[in-house]
């Protein structure tokens, strides 16, 4: 029995992980005036017919805070980036001189600014709910445990341990979450 409660355990640990690291890959997507590749992440090109990364296709670089430069491996691939930037709707509008496509990341106004932290807190919510979640589907497994003959001792001894991980993720999230709002609000 000890070594199911562990096993769940260790399975909660190892979901609130990932939780955290989905959360931080989203918080990368959300710019914060500053030019970023990460920004880029996500955005698929149609390289002669299949959709392909677009760090696939090119070599993405920031060589300032305001400009995103991306050198296409091939000429052709020009149009087709830009095309996927714009249909991305990220707010970047790509340009380009017959060898790269160039952004500018423009300033952000202060409104865009509280709404991108709205943003950040929202998907910051969707990370605490995750977290709740796997501990509510935690604790139902431990109930399991208990019919099949876990102590009660043991039982709320592995609620404390699971609640002790609850609580450290979510502060992890407020702190990612704080961090980046300081980040965007930050002229």
């Known amino acids: 029995m000890e070594d199911d409660v562990q096993f769940y355990l260790d399975d909660a640990k190892e979901r609130m992980d990932n939780t955290i690291l989905h959360l931080d890959k989203e918080l990368l997507k959300i710019r914060a005036g500053k030019a970023n590749p990460q920004m880029l992440d996500g955005i698929m090109v149609d390289y002669y017919g299949s ?4 760090n696939q296709v090119s070599n993405v670089n920031v060589p300032d805070p305001r400009t995103i430069k991306i050198q296409p491996w091939e000429k052709a691939m ?5 095309k996927a930037i714009m249909a991305a709707n990220i707010g970047l509008n790509p340009s380009n001189n017959g060898e790269l496509v160039i952004i500018n990341v423009p300033i952000l106004t202060e409104e865009r600014r509280h709404d991108l932290v709205k943003q950040v807190k929202q998907e910051g919510e969707t990370g605490k709910i995750s977290i709740r979640n796997t501990r509510r589907e935690i604790i139902e497994e431990f109930k399991k445990l208990k019919k ?3 102590s009660e001792d043991m039982e709320r001894d592995a609620e404390d341990d699971i609640q002790k991980l609850h609580d450290e993720y979510i502060k992890k999230i407020e702190v990612l979450i704080s961090e980046k709002e300081k980040d965007i609000m930050t002229v």
């Open 148 to 150: 099949e003959g876990l």
């Open 51 to 54: 959709l392909t990364p677009l």
């Open 78 to 82: 020009i149009t087709p980036i830009e």
